[in-house]
Nanobody
């Protein structure tokens, strides 16, 4: 069974930084273990749809939403039993307030950037709240 557990959310002031982490276990033992994958961070603010923030694939290629590029950095640490995904967020603003989710899904395309589309991801964490106040 695939499990994703996010941590690191909290309340910060405008301009401050926060690092989110996500531990992914069980994927390499799942029915998708033979496929390459992409991992991503998504967020959902109250009354808005879930949107892609940043993604990284099995090869380490990354992709960022326009609002995240230059402020956020996604990294991944691979382990035999699990992957750990991080999202370093700098210069946070009130508009970054949302529940942040990590996700993983099969991604076999070598020459395309990892997707920011929620439909490309099969497994999701429960989310962690990020609140930025001015």
């Amino acid at each position: 069974q695939v499990h994703l557990v996010e941590s690191g959310g909290g309340s910060v002031q405008t301009g401050e930084s926060l690092t989110l982490s996500c531990v992914v276990s069980g994927y390499t033992q799942s029915e998708y273990s033979h496929k390459k994958y992409s991992m991503g961070w998504f967020r959902q603010a109250p009354g808005k749809e879930r949107e892609g923030v940043a993604a990284i694939d099995f090869d380490g290629d990354t992709n960022y939403a326009d609002f995240a590029r230059g402020r956020f950095t996604i990294t991944m640490v691979k382990d035999t039993a699990k992957n750990i995904l991080h999202l370093q967020m700098n210069t946070l603003t009130h508009e970054d307030t949302a529940i942040y989710y990590c996700a993983i899904g099969p991604w076999i395309y070598l020459y395309l950037p990892p997707p920011l589309n929620v439909d490309e991801y099969k497994f999701w964490g429960q989310g962690t709240q990020v609140t930025v106040s001015s």
